[in-house]
């Protein structure tokens, strides 16, 4: 999977969570859950939970604490996918 | 082996008292499931104004009720059982999505029985709903919490 495959599926799941629509125009590596796509933290654990549906992986706690940006969440999919 | 947890000293860790108690006591209780009876008394302070001269239990009133047995004492529960550094957890509440069915009035007792969803990332989501004494459904609905032990 590519990591732009992995990125355009990650949007998606995050997009019906997003309060600041500006952020999504602009998804990239960078983007930040909480401080660019205003998700709150309770939602960000719906959106790790949809991504373990999504890419079929689990995420453990210290997983979730580091995914602060969607670069964070690709990485950790990435690792959690070669892993499997 | 999970520890036994009993079911008064759930409701003395509740962070709350009076006037916003809304738990008399846990019926059943286990890592998926919660069942608890509340009545509402007549002497409570906001049925002198929900409404004037018609007194009934607010819609917010009774999710609360919900959210306190349903979400708070089950994850008061699934914490002690899974930590047990987790004296006084702090709780908010995150989504409330309820429908209502029929009113309370003053007096009247309540059973909420609670089913989770998931509790992950100490985010508990649980499906409740609440039953007269006669067993009618009065309402319903899907709410969620988080449950902060730092």
């Not at chain 1, 930040?32 to 309770?42: G, H, P, R, V, Y």
């Not at chain 1, 079929?56 to 499997?84: C, F, H, P």
């Not at chain 2, 608890?36 to 009720?65: M, R």
């Amino acid at each position: 999977m590519s990591e732009k495959d992995i990125i355009d599926r990650l949007k998606k799941i995050v997009e019906p969570y997003v309060q600041r629509m500006e952020g999504l125009k602009n998804f990239q590596e960078e983007t930040d859950f909480l401080k660019d796509l205003q998700i709150n933290s309770a939602n960000l654990v719906d959106v790790v939970l949809d991504v373990e549906d999504e890419f079929d992986i689990e995420i453990d706690n210290d997983s979730m604490e580091g995914m602060l940006t969607v670069g964070d969440a690709k990485s950790i999919i990435q690792r959690k996918i070669s892993g499997r | 082996m999970l520890k036994p947890v009993d079911q008064k000293s759930i409701i003395s860790q509740l962070p709350y008292s009076q006037p916003f108690l809304f738990v008399d006591e846990i019926l059943e209780i286990d890592e998926n499931s919660v069942t608890g009876e509340y009545t509402f008394s007549a002497g409570q302070e906001f049925y002198k104004g929900h409404f004037k001269d018609s007194p009934i239990t607010p819609g917010v009133i009774l999710t609360e009720c919900m959210a306190q047995i349903g979400v708070v004492c089950l994850g008061i529960f699934l914490l002690k059982k899974s930590d047990s550094d987790s004296e006084n957890p702090k709780i908010a509440l995150s989504s409330s999505e309820v429908e209502y069915f029929k009113p309370v009035y003053p007096g009247e007792t309540v059973k909420v029985i609670s089913e989770k969803i998931y509790f992950r990332f100490n985010k508990l989501k649980c499906k409740v709903e609440m039953f007269s004494s006669k067993g009618e459904l009065i309402c319903k609905g899907t709410i969620a919490g988080m449950m902060l032990t730092k």
